[in-house]
């Protein structure tokens, strides 16, 4: 689909193309550094659609018409509706920042801001843990003698027991958290900066304090990075890939399907929710702006459906078994 931009007359693009500076790299810069590789990768896709990479699209001859296009393009791809509403939340993003560099008129984005993102839902990502899979994760860590073994159980233990994200577990600095003597809480930095406490208790506090007695009180990042042995390098920030690696490691010595960090958070909004906490603190807890993303990993309305079916008898013998 090469077709969109292309309908603009060669004075409009090289027009474009000298306008000063690139809407899409001010829209990039102001986003945090996860937010920033997500829709670097996403412009990306859009630009290869529109004939052209980062660089060489001409963001200021966008118009509606040309999203609209790609909104349809994306869909006949099969795309998941937020995997297409992904892509049209960037392209908005640009020509807000093209709007506001002056390269088009208001008329035009409020045009292109009003394209509609496409309406379904899917299931979100990943599985719920039961308490012997977590259970089944914390053994293997403590079968590790080695300081990684103790890293590893804190990572769990924040990973479930805060619903932490990968990239929030990773940017935790030893200054975040702060220790009662019964609970530990945590500062913990999400999406679009914003910041929110946790709390972790029980067996939670308990692993992160064992590894702050194998890790030490220097000021730095929370994880250090490990090497192989299980030795770490001190004052080395974890990445949010090596994070997801442990995890899948772990869950392997388990004896586990793959488990991910997201799995970890997902298993402790669903598991809060099936205790009875109300959904608007378990999504102040897990850092949800809206409250229906809490609701989509509510796995409560998905058990009652299982009790319903075994409510339905269907006559079928199996095959062998008849006289």
């Not at 890293?151 to 932490?164: C, H, N, V």
Request: contains cysteine.
């Amino acid at each position: 689909m090469a077709t969109e931009l292309m309908l603009t007359s060669k004075s409009e693009l090289e027009q474009a193309q000298a306008s000063g500076a690139n809407p899409a790299h001010s829209y990039l810069m102001g986003l945090t550094a996860t937010g920033r590789r997500t829709m670097t990768s996403t412009l990306a896709q859009v630009a290869d659609m529109l004939g052209g990479d980062i660089e060489s699209v001409p963001w200021a001859a966008l118009r509606y018409e040309h999203v609209t296009a790609l909104r349809t393009a994306l869909g006949e791809r099969g795309l998941a509706p937020a995997t297409v509403n992904k892509y049209l939340a960037a392209l908005r993003g640009v020509a807000r920042e093209t709007w506001r560099l002056g390269q088009i008129d208001a008329e035009t984005y409020q045009r292109i801001a009003a394209v509609k993102g496409v309406r379904g839902e899917t299931l979100p990502a990943g599985r719920g843990l039961g308490p012997g899979e977590i259970g089944a994760l914390m053994r293997a860590c403590a079968n590790d003698h080695t300081p990684a073994g103790a890293r590893d159980a804190a990572i769990i233990a924040m990973g479930y027991g805060a619903g932490l994200r990968r990239a929030e577990l990773a940017g935790l600095d030893l200054a975040d958290l702060s220790d009662d003597g019964e609970i530990i809480t945590a500062t913990i930095r999400g999406k679009g900066g914003k910041e929110r406490l946790v709390y972790l208790d029980n067996g939670s506090a308990n692993a992160m304090r064992d590894w702050l007695a194998v890790r030490g009180l220097d000021a730095g990042p929370l994880f250090y990075r490990g090497r192989k042995g299980g030795s770490l390098v001190h004052g080395q920030r974890l990445s949010g890939q090596a994070i997801r690696d442990i995890l899948v490691k772990r869950a392997a010595e388990a004896g586990l399907d793959t488990t991910t960090p997201h799995d970890l958070r997902r298993s402790f909004v669903s598991d809060l929710l099936e205790a009875g906490v109300d959904i608007s603190t378990v999504a102040n807890m897990a850092g949800h702006a809206n409250i229906e993303t809490t609701r989509r990993y509510d796995r409560r309305g998905e058990q009652a459906k299982r009790k319903a079916a075994r409510a339905l008898h269907v006559p079928y013998q199996k095959r062998g078994l008849q006289d």
